[in-house]
């Protein structure tokens, strides 16, 4: 079984915190492999020297369903702290906030996404630590879609938002506690920064090889099934297409009342999309998009994930159903994560021109040519961060 940075920091590993007073950063499902929430061995451990928590969005206990959906500053009822919202009044750590502490832990659950706001989150936190001189350690766990693979282009800067701060490619193929490493180092954030790894943990494990339990860390990451196909499937946010919020299957069951199942797979057929079955059904949403409406779309089902192309898959399917349906297919209009003017879906694809490409038909593995430069320079870049 994998041993986590959690697990380890525990169990006496990590930095001499003698003396510190701490913020732990996580939500619900950070826990130990006995599922009980950090905090309450922490708190076990570090007595009254856990003096703050802090949350990312969604919320502590991941309760808030949707995106823009904020969470209040709150006392817990266990431990009796306070929980600053990271995704409230505030997306970045304040100064009062950090007052408290002297190191901050962070011990998220990322699924391996550029736009999965949990890192950006992360990110906050390094830059205002490394502005208001506090220590940050980052407690790590796996990418539960491995390490081995990067796939999509890199975000460009007229692109940044809360969904992709930093040029990454879609699937990064890091753990946070490297992601960290690597945009301290790139970005020149300066961060006080320490990394407590994993121990058993190979590149090549998804989630399911590492003997943890999976708990969502969002309301709609509810298997590692959904992360698996979320690295493509999440571009159906910035449409008027269900993404399957509503559904026991957000982000594998997708589609809209309009479409025609035999229509969008002839569109998809000359593009080769390994790994994948694409299931016809029809379901009908209890919330979101389309709720109440029966919807004909389909059910992702991954079959190979070491051969499964999630980015690629989705391209072909969004770029099947804007030309297919120009008079009934529409792009969702701002507010996006708290972006107010820029289109969702090019903030979740990194860089309008392929947005503007997937429009004129150009076929998506001629696209996916145009970026394979930089995205192995981003790979070898990658590389001295790697901590397995």
Known sequence: MVLTGLARVLAGAGPDLAGMRIGYLSNQASTTAGLIQGRIPLQKKFGSR????????????????DNMIESADSIDPVTALPIYSLYGNHRRPTAAMLAGIDVLL?????????????IHTMAYCLEAAAEYGKKVVVLDRPNPI?????EGNLLRPDCRSFVGLYPLPMRHGLTIGELAGYCDHHLGLGADLEIV???????????ADCGLPWIPPSPNMPTTATALVYP???????????????????FEMFGAPWWEHEAILAHIAATPLPGCLLRPLVFEPTSGKWAGERCQGFHLHVTDPGEFLPYRTTLALLQAVLLLYPERFRYKEPPYEYEYHRLPMDLLLGDSALRRGLEKGEPVCHLERGWQRELAAFDEARRPFLLY
Do not use: C
């Not at 962070?106 to 949990?118: A, E, H, M």
């Not at 491995?146 to 990067?150: F, K, N, Q, S, W």
């Open 232 to 250: 493509g499937q999440v571009l159906w946010e910035g449409t008027n297409v269900s993404e399957g919020r509503g559904t026991t299957l957000p």
């Open 106 to 118: 962070i011990d998220l659950i990322d699924v391996g996404t550029r736009v999965y706001t949990f």
């Open 197 to 207: 790894t994993m121990e058993g943990w190979q590149r090549w494990m998804l989630f």
């Open 50 to 65: 856990l003096t703050a928590l802090f949350s990312p969005q969604h919320g502590f206990f991941a309760e808030k369903q």
């Open 146 to 150: 491995g390490g081995e693979r990067v």
